[in-house]
């Protein structure tokens, strides 16, 4: 049995993509999230039995329990190209999240799991020229680990959107393969169509004619500075873009919904509802967007479900790379085992020649 610890956890992403893939072989020990909606949610579909703790920069590495796995998608606002690239100078609301990597670097050092996982967004890589990443990498190699890392698309791992992040893996160097092959993902390709809500969808996600008309003019006034702002509407045999929790990432991912539905406002809107079938997507296919199973518990408002799964991750590109980490894993702990037998076979050898 595996134990892990889940930093920065969010709505538990990455946990459930390492829940699937280790099946009955992990426990998950420890877990921290400082934004109480997201705790929420988080223990709607997870009970542990124990608190969730708030802000990690306040929790002593002594306090938490010795584990095996630490599970770290540490923010990546301050790294993102959509977002002001504030890198290590980055603060939100008084807190440099440019700077949490370092967290779990304390934590690791101190407890030497055999795994450190993260996940970041693609412009992790060429932040501040390439040097932001090589003090994080640096960073964990000090410390004793061994760092494997690739940029993968969730659009190759069976949902439809066109998502790119980076995923580290870093082993103990004690027992690091030599290399660590990250999957390619599957052959399976899946469309908008495929997750969509069945008709009828509530009229609260069908924009206003005014509200079209805002987007319009933004996106006009924007294409005659030669930029490429502004709303879009998908293909819906074609894939999403990336889903993000701010700006305009609902805009940038609506659809043309002509099935049936109600032209009555259920919200107060300016204008009337649109008569050309363009809505937003619902909540629970922007989970569907990043691999969350039917089962998974949607019980807040929509503009923190939003936010929440803009942050997230895609489960089934993690639980893809925990079936790789495992195998290392096994492997490691099969060659111990035959050594551990041979070590005992010539200890009773060398006593019988005694």
Known sequence: MYKSIDLFAGIGGIRMGFDNA????IETVFVSEWDKAA???YKANFTDGFEIAGDITEVDEKDIPSFDICLAGFPCQA???????GGFNDDYKGRCRGTLFQDVVRICE?????????ENVKGLTIHDKGRTFKVIRGAFEEIGYKVFYQVLNSKD?????????IYLVCFREDIAPSTFTFPSGSKKKVCIRDIMDPAPIPSKYYLSDTYMQTLIRHKERHASKGNGFGYEIRDLDGIAGTIVCGGMG???NLLIDEREHSMVPTTNIKGEINKDGIRKMTPREWARLQGFPESYKLILADAPLYKQFGNSVTVSVIEAIAKEIYKVLEEKTQTNSKLSEMVEKEDKK?????
């Open 39 to 41: 705790q929420q949610t």
């Open 350 to 354: 060398a006593q019988m020649v005694g």
């Open 250 to 252: 609902r805009e940038r």
């Open 22 to 25: 280790f099946k009955d072989d």
């Open 79 to 85: 790294f993102s190209i959509a977002g002001s690239h």
């Open 110 to 118: 101190y407890h030497k799991p055999k795994v450190i996982f993260c």
């Open 157 to 165: 791992f069976g949902v439809p959107q066109n998502r790119e992040r």
